[in-house]
């Protein structure tokens, strides 16, 4: 069967100037996971990514790990949700980083205490009971995310191994249209979703398959490199 790889990002800059940016860290779990990929006889044909540059960057560290040349395509059908905007429209102080910062200061847990807001405000956007406040609605990610999903499962039909760099947010929906198609199936899988995580969905003669979702053995061996954002 063609198969479909969905990784998500190594992590990202979180606090920084430049979330997109990845940190020591991200880069380094890419090139462990390009690593783990090649020692498993994995050879995609061809790379697809999302057009962020820690998409970018991941799929370079990707790839110097498998070290073999592979052809790459960009597809913004992959792109994340402006989590900042949905956040910002849920919390309008939070539109003043430094005003963000103090106040995720005070907590004992600043990354608790902000996994708590971003889980509101995407459950806010997510109801479908304010669509005109936000730049992108949830329904409209809903059908990017399945667009860039058919033209994947198009690809398959010539590359027959093809892998995806993408995000947390269109990753877990991908999982979601495959599967339940409900929004909390989209937050449960979203919630759980780590950096170079891979999902493997298959492609049969019914079409698309999710097989397994979020898999990250290669981090295992070092639980440094196990992050969620």
Known sequence: MARLLLVRHGQASFGADDY????????????????SLSDRGVRPALL???????????????LDGLARSVDVAIDPGWDEF????????HRPLFRDRAA????????AR??????????AATTRWASGDHDPEYGESFPAFQNRVAAALASAEALLRAHREVLVVSSGGPIAMAATLLTTGSVAGWAAFNRVSVNTGVTKVIAGSRGLSLSTFNEHQHLESDRRLLTYR
Not at 82 to 89: A, G, K, L, Y
Not at 100 to 107: D, I, N, S, V, W
Not at 110 to 119: G, S, T, Y
């Open 20 to 35: 997109d940016a990845l940190s020591p860290i991200g880069h380094e779990q890419a090139r462990t996971l390009g690593k």
């Open 48 to 62: 697809v990514r999302g057009a962020l540059r820690r998409h970018a960057e991941t799929a370079a560290g990707i």
């Open 82 to 89: 402006d989590f900042q905007h949905v956040v910002e429209i």
């Open 100 to 107: 963000m910062a103090a106040e995720l200061a005070r907590e």
């Open 110 to 119: 600043p990354d608790r205490a902000f996994q708590e807001i971003f889980e």
